[in-house]
């Protein structure tokens, strides 16, 4: 099956600073990819829809200044969480589409602590 | 809202019991559905899937039912394994290219 990469898998950061979180798909194109977040025990919520070479589309409530998402090739989307506050600390998850169906392949998920 | 959601958090069954998993969506217009399982710490991973022209699917130990006069989907895993321990997701599209919308999700424990 399509393969998903997810960097960092665990990251660690002061509050105030900055943490990129990449999303790639190995062997296939992905022209939309998607970021959910995750708290513990609860179900995936969908962040934002990321589109190659144009602006992402966020979902109401999720401020897109501090959750700056860029797609910059058609294998690469990244995540920046900008500002980190302990209230960022989540689990985010990546996935991507081949286009076929919507079957979605998901990343393993970054683990974002914000001290 | 419409969204997914999950008849039961938790299911303990015994290993090689056959496992029933059920979920409930409010949207008609979702025409594709999946079955997701996720291990803790880990992203979701597919399972198997079933459009919105078909009642029935199956997989290796896996079926998924489809019932949309009631809206209801479910999950059935055969002769369940202690590996088979997670959560699982069920997940309602409503368009290729769109993001999914998932369910609150069921903790299924395996005993040996």
């Known amino acids: 099956g399509a393969v998903v990469s997810q960097h960092p898998s665990w990251v660690i950061c002061k509050s105030g600073t900055s943490v990129k979180i990449e999303c790639r798909s190995l062997d296939f194109q992905a022209t939309t990819m998607f970021w959910y977040r995750q708290f513990p025990k609860q179900s995936l919520m969908l962040m934002a829809t990321s589109n190659e070479g144009s602006k992402a589309t966020y979902e109401q409530g999720v401020e897109k200044d501090k959750f700056l998402i860029n797609h910059a090739s058609l294998t690469l989307s990244t995540l920046t969480v900008t500002s980190a506050h302990p209230e960022d600390s989540s689990f985010y998850i990546c996935?991507?589409?081949?286009?076929?169906?919507?079957?979605?392949?998901f990343g393993a998920g970054t683990r974002l602590s914000v001290l | 809202g419409e969204s997914v959601g999950l008849h039961l958090p938790t299911l303990s069954v015994q290993e090689g019991d056959n496992s029933i998993i059920n979920c409930a969506y409010s949207n008609s217009a979702s025409d594709y559905f999946i079955w997701y399982k996720q291990e803790s710490g880990k992203g979701p991973q597919f399972i198997i899937d079933?459009?919105?022209?078909?009642d029935k699917r199956q997989g290796q130990r896996v079926t998924v039912l489809l019932n949309k006069t009631v809206k209801h989907l479910s999950l059935q895993i055969a002769a369940t394994q202690p590996g088979d321990s997670a959560v699982y997701f069920c997940?309602?599209?409503?368009?290729?290219?769109?993001?999914?919308?998932f369910g609150k999700g069921t903790t299924l424990s395996v005993s040996s």
């Open positions: 079933i459009r919105s022209n078909m």
């Open positions: 996935s991507a589409g081949t286009g076929d169906k919507n079957i979605q392949y």
């Open positions: 997940a309602e599209s409503r368009g290729a290219g769109t993001a999914l919308i």
